[in-house]
């Protein structure tokens, strides 16, 4: 349970007393190989693509969305989704998600403590249903909102977790998630029929995903379903929590703030602030796979079904490869221009994951994750409350700050 309680510190200590490559016990997954080593972890994310059951714990939430499919269907899943999320498609949003943040900073309370990830779920839950939605995103998708941030509260790891000792089908929801779930397909069905029917603006990403695919068929109402979800969780989940961890760094390191909101300052100083505070405190602390074949590298020989990951929490903290990796300074990543930090092969900083299965919103969480930082700083005078660090918490899919990335709202701006 140390693993849950605090997921990147568990990972950089079994990095520091076992070395590169470790075995952890997960309840309820089994035992899982981790590499936190830049050859190995290249090894991993260009010759292991699949993931047999390693993401099974998501199916009874995301069915079969893209982080529980392999091969083939795998590959042709991502040709179909990925141009709707290009950076050209996603560009003409950002007015909106400013405005959107505009809104939901004026709701923030001033002189008292609050947690900013709760509001940031807000924020980026209505930024991925606008985008999606476009248009569409009217009364039917805005009850989509809270119905997906009530089922993704704690009472679905638990309620997923309380199934497994009664016997009932592998990872089920049951009780109130599993009704809340409901609502949510019901939700989503009525407004795939409504587009069908043309009774509302078919607009939006969605617009894409309805279309023919490369292959001339036509996504059924289930692989629609599914892959919304998906796009839905994975997108607001991980944007707010490196939201909430991107402000609970800069507020401690005054400098970084300072830089931040100069006028005149470097453009690329933002996205460097968003890559470091990604570097320290990665919402995924580590990328999973099943082998579907034996695996080798070095002296290490892996047998088929192995369960192994990518410990991006301890390999973003390795000296070797970031220079006092303990202290938060973004110029790392202007510094060093040969460095290609931000490509796949560079191998050595993945806070989107590699391989086949590198996250498909990177480009547009970059780019949300800049517009609302940088609106959010334009609009308020932030404090933190103390100048203890929080330490991360799992909430079974992202690892965010214990309390919530707590600050004070000095005024608004
Ligand atoms: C800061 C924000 C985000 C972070 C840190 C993040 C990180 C990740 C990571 C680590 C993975 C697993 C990759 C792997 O297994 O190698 C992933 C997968 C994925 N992400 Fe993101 N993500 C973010 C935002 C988004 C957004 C905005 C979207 C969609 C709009 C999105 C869609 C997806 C999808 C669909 C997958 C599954 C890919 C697959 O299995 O093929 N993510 N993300």
Redesign the pocket.
């Known amino acids: 349970m140390r693993y849950y309680r605090d997921p990147h510190g568990y990972l950089r200590l079994c990095h520091r007393k076992y070395g590169d490559w470790f075995t952890i016990k997960l309840i309820p997954c089994g035992n899982l190989v981790c590499v936190a080593e830049p050859t190995a972890a290249r090894a991993v ?1 260009r010759e292991v693509g699949s ?1 047999g059951e390693a993401h099974a714990f998501l199916a009874p939430v995301l069915g079969q ?3 529980l ?1 392999d091969g083939e269907p ?1 590959a042709s ?2 040709r179909w ?1 990925a141009p709707a ?1 290009t950076s050209a498609r996603m560009q003409p949003w950002i007015e909106e998600i400013s405005r959107l943040t505009a809104s939901e900073v004026a709701s923030w309370p001033v002189g008292r403590p609050f947690a900013l990830r709760p509001r940031f779920e807000q924020l980026a839950m209505r930024v ?1 249903l606008r ?1 999606l939605f476009g248009e569409g995103a009217h009364e039917r998708v805005a009850t989509l909102g809270p119905l997906i941030l009530r089922l993704k509260s704690r009472d679905l790891v638990q309620s997923v977790l309380a199934a497994l000792p009664f016997g009932l089908a592998k990872w089920r929801l049951i009780g109130e998630s599993a009704r809340t779930a409901q609502a949510i397909d019901a939700c989503i069905h009525a407004e795939l029929a409504a587009r069908r029917a043309g009774t509302v603006v078919n607009d939006g990403a969605l617009a894409h995903l309805v279309a023919p695919r490369p292959d001339g068929t036509v996504a059924t109402d289930r692989e629609l379903r599914d892959q919304l979800m ?2 839905i969780f ?3 989940e ?2 707010a929590t ?1 939201l909430a961890w991107t402000f609970e760094r800069v507020l401690r390191h005054p400098a970084v703030l300072g830089q931040l909101v100069e006028p005149g300052r470097d453009d690329r100083y933002p996205a460097a602030v968003l890559m470091e505070a ?1 570097r320290q405190r ?3 602390a580590e ?3 099943e082998l579907a074949e034996p695996f080798e590298h070095g002296d290490h020989a892996l047998p088929t079904g192995t369960h192994i990951s ?1 410990a ?1 929490a301890a390999l973003h903290m390795r000296a070797d490869l970031f220079a006092d990796p303990e202290v938060f300074r973004p110029e790392r990543f202007l510094d060093d221009a040969s460095t290609t930090w931000t490509t796949p092969e560079a191998a050595i900083y ?13 480009d ?3 780019l ?2 800049r517009t609302i930082m940088s609106t959010v700083l334009a609009q308020a005078d932030l404090r933190a409350p103390d100048s203890a660090a929080e330490r991360g918490v799992s909430n079974g899919m992202a690892v965010g700050p214990h309390r919530g990335a707590l600050v004070v709202m000095e005024r608004r701006r």
Not at 350 to 362: E, N, S, V
């Open positions: 994310f993931v969305g893209l982080p499919l795998h899943a991502v989704i999320l991925m985008v998906t796009l994975a997108g607001h991980n944007v490196t990604m990665p919402v995924i990328v999973v796979r990518v991006i993945h806070p989107f994951g590699g391989g086949a299965r590198r996250c498909l919103g990177a547009f969480a970059m949300q994750l």
